[in-house]
């Protein structure tokens, strides 16, 4: 397989997610992505349909896909901010259309954190808990069900971005970002925004929830997240290494 680069674009680029004010994305001729590049008369002849929120959306795994995988043709279909539910109900729709196109298809699934949809509510009965991420844990598991259903006759490798993954031995992307300067929190926490929590604590089905207790323990994870080696403040993925190794390991 010809690469647009006979490097890895980690070892051409200057990127790093604790770079102020943005990241540096020069060769060391100053140029940017695409500037010299090995053109490829590869045709693409197997489909890598990819999903998730803004961790998939990213630049960096574009241009390491487009680097590294020129043998596939990429349909990203992630969006910033895109919630699981939305996530599964996009695989039901396009599954089929690719299933008639013929070409082999690789499907990869990352999900973000539980709650950024209302519909992910549905998946699992708050009362048998009493802790908000015991409960989005169990949601999680059962979102991978149904996705793992959707996809059980094609290839597929379905995991997290930065959320823990407790439903199959796939690591996640945070997993190639390095060590964190902080100390793992205790609890694994699926949802890091403290305004979900203060959602759920007015409502009469989430009254039985230490909602205090979840919030510190959503601070803490944060904290760890953030800490990463390839994490910026933002909780984003700001350099090349993390997709190129996450991707070497699917595909």
Same mark, same amino acid.
């Given at each position: 397989m010809?690469?647009?680069? =006979? ?27 695409g ?9 693409? +002849?197997?489909?890598?349909?990819a ?6 959306? +990213? ?26 539910? *939305? ?18 298809? *690789? ?9 950024? =949809? ?12 009493s ?13 991978? +069900? ?19 993954n407790?439903? =199959? ?15 793992r929190p ?13 959602? *759920? +604590? ?35 993925v ?13 595909l």
């Amino acid at each position: 397989m010809t690469k647009l680069y =006979n490097k890895k674009l980690s070892e051409i680029f200057t990127t790093h997610s604790k770079t102020p004010l943005g990241v540096f994305l020069k060769d060391k001729h100053k140029q940017s992505f695409g500037w010299q590049y090995n053109k490829t008369e590869k045709l693409s +002849s197997k489909i890598f349909y990819a999903i998730g929120c803004s961790w998939i959306q +990213s630049r960096f795994l574009h241009r390491v896909f487009l680097n590294s995988h020129s043998d596939y043709l990429m349909i990203n279909r992630a969006v910033g901010g895109q919630g699981n539910s *939305m996530i599964i109900d996009t695989v039901k729709r396009d599954i089929d259309f690719l299933n008639d196109l013929g070409k082999e298809t *690789m499907f990869l699934v990352s999900f973000s954190e539980v709650g950024r =949809n209302q519909k992910d509510f549905s998946y699992a009965n708050p009362s048998r808990f009493s802790n908000a991420h015991d409960y989005f844990s169990e949601i999680l598991k059962a979102q991978y +069900s149904e996705i793992a259903g959707v996809l059980k006759n094609v290839n597929s490798h379905i995991t997290t971005s930065w959320v823990p993954n407790n439903f =199959n031995d796939n690591k996640t992307i945070l997993d190639f970002c390095g060590d964190s300067i902080h100390e793992r929190p205790k609890r694994d926490v699926y949802h890091y925004n403290s305004g979900l929590h203060y959602y *759920m +604590s007015g409502r009469r089905l989430f009254d039985h929830f230490d909602h205090l207790s979840a919030i510190e323990e959503t601070a803490a994870a944060v904290k760890w997240v953030i800490g990463h080696e390839h994490v910026d403040e933002t909780m984003h993925v700001q350099s090349y290494e993390p997709y190129e190794s996450f991707l070497d390991g699917i595909l």
